[in-house]
């Protein structure tokens, strides 16, 4: 009668165990997933704030403008001579803005 107390008591202490361990098992789980919800919560947060942005669009204006980048210019581009041409263009207007150009900063004497 000992013996088959000891057996079941010792079974009883197992699976008590192994409960135990899945049960932490599980809570690490849930752990991650809630930190990867809040993750995904935050960059979706972040993208819905850049994407209402009105400083992007005012440097969508700023390059459409500076690099002369409207339908009628591009569409006048046939030749590789003119894309070189239209390629030099857009380097001296990328130059003003360089922070380390000399065109840059404008000095009005």
């Known amino acids: 009668?000992?013996?088959?107390?000891?057996?079941?008591n010792t079974?009883?202490?197992?699976?008590?165990l192994e409960?135990?361990?899945?049960?932490?098992n599980?809570?690490?789980?849930?752990r991650l997933l809630l930190l990867c919800g809040v993750i995904f919560g935050v960059v979706a947060y972040a993208a819905n704030l850049?994407?209402?942005?009105?400083?992007?669009?005012?440097?969508?204006n700023t390059y459409k403008s500076i690099f002369n980048l409207n339908?009628?210019?591009l569409s006048e581009i046939k030749t590789p001579d003119e894309l070189f041409?239209?390629?030099g263009e857009l380097s001296k207007?990328?130059?003003l803005l360089q922070p380390l150009s000399s065109f840059y900063f404008v000095e009005e004497t």
């Not at 009668?1 to 079941?8: E, G, I, L």
């Not at 409960?19 to 932490?24: F, G, H, N, T, V």
């Not at 850049?50 to 969508?60: I, Q």
């Open 50 to 60: 850049e994407k209402r942005s009105h400083y992007r669009l005012g440097l969508l």
């Open 85 to 87: 041409d239209y390629l």
């Open 71 to 73: 339908d009628e210019h």
């Open 93 to 95: 207007s990328s130059r």
């Open 11 to 16: 079974l009883g202490r197992l699976r008590l």
């Open 19 to 24: 409960r135990i361990q899945l049960e932490l």
């Open 1 to 8: 009668v000992v013996a088959k107390y000891a057996d079941r």
């Open 26 to 30: 599980m809570i690490r789980g849930l």
